[in-house]
């Protein structure tokens, strides 16, 4: 997991500072890791889970390079990614949307106002938000920082005037700074998309994996799990 995208995977780099902590790894925290130990059970396994970090760049090439066995975090279904790997069955839907600050939100309604000179768009490198500004943004420009934990803080300093992201994230960072940063009025998702876990071309895993998924979805557990993390008091250990 990347440990950069919340509700699902967050390093805290000061493990001293989590709240009722009790993930495998102490300095990761999220919904992931929480399905993660879930998952980990459900296979009947004695050790712990072992969280491995990677990065959005580097997620499918260190799947296939055996670095772990599975890949989780927030990860977006692409036909880009399934050319080379497998995706388990979807465990929720989302879509790409745009953030800003409140004092912006009259002048950015949808995705042609934002694309335009003068408003630039800070993204997270490597993954799906960039693909997507890159492949949508003709006018505005596009800032690339260094990681996915800063770009709404960069926002709010006036560095950048809009991260496009996923509406889950999205809806939580609003959430967590209320009166500073909004989200789209409209709350329009300019794209369909959908989050699952990343395997290697293993079927009977892949198969493990999907009736586990069934069971979380089917249960009301992996709903459970988003509450309680899109619940989260992040704002204390930022």
């Known amino acids: 997991m990347t440990g950069d995208y919340r509700p699902f995977s967050y390093w805290v780099t000061n493990a001293s500072t989590l709240l009722n902590a009790t993930a495998m790894n102490a300095t990761f925290i999220g919904a992931d890791i929480d399905s993660s130990k879930s998952l980990s059970n459900a296979l009947g396994l004695s050790s712990p889970v072992r969280i491995v970090p990677t990065t959005w760049t580097n997620i499918t090439s260190d799947l296939l390079s055996g670095k772990f066995d599975i890949a989780v975090g927030g990860i977006s279904i692409t036909v880009q990614r399934a050319r080379s790997v497998f995706f388990s069955a979807p465990i929720?839907?989302?879509?790409?949307?745009?953030?800003?600050?409140?004092?912006?939100?009259?002048?950015?309604?949808?995705?042609?106002?934002?694309?335009?000179?003068?408003?630039?768009?800070?993204?997270?490198?490597?993954g799906t938000n960039e693909a997507f500004d890159r492949a949508n943004l003709k006018a505005a420009k596009i800032v690339v920082a260094e990681s996915?934990?800063?770009?709404?803080?960069?926002?709010?300093?006036?560095?950048?005037?809009?991260?496009?992201?996923?509406?889950?994230?999205?809806?939580?960072?609003?959430a967590l700074r209320p009166g500073k940063?909004?989200?789209?009025?409209?709350?329009?998702?300019?794209?369909?998309?959908?989050?699952?876990?990343?395997?290697?071309?293993?079927?009977?895993?892949?198969?493990?994996?999907?009736?586990?998924?069934?069971?979380?979805?089917?249960?009301?557990?992996?709903?459970?799990?988003?509450?309680k993390w899109m619940n989260y008091p992040w704002g204390e250990i930022e």
């Open 92 to 126: 929720l839907r989302d879509g790409k949307t745009a953030c800003f600050r409140c004092a912006d939100a009259a002048k950015f309604t949808d995705l042609a106002s934002i694309d335009v000179p003068g408003v630039t768009v800070i993204v997270n490198p490597g």
């Open 148 to 174: 996915n934990t800063v770009v709404y803080e960069r926002v709010l300093d006036g560095t950048a005037d809009v991260m496009i992201s996923d509406g889950t994230e999205v809806e939580l960072e609003v």
């Open 181 to 227: 940063l909004c989200g789209l009025k409209s709350g329009e998702l300019f794209t369909f998309d959908q989050k699952a876990y990343m395997i290697r071309r293993d079927v009977p895993w892949k198969n493990f994996v999907d009736t586990w998924i069934d069971i979380q979805l089917g249960s009301g557990a992996w709903n459970a799990t988003m509450s």
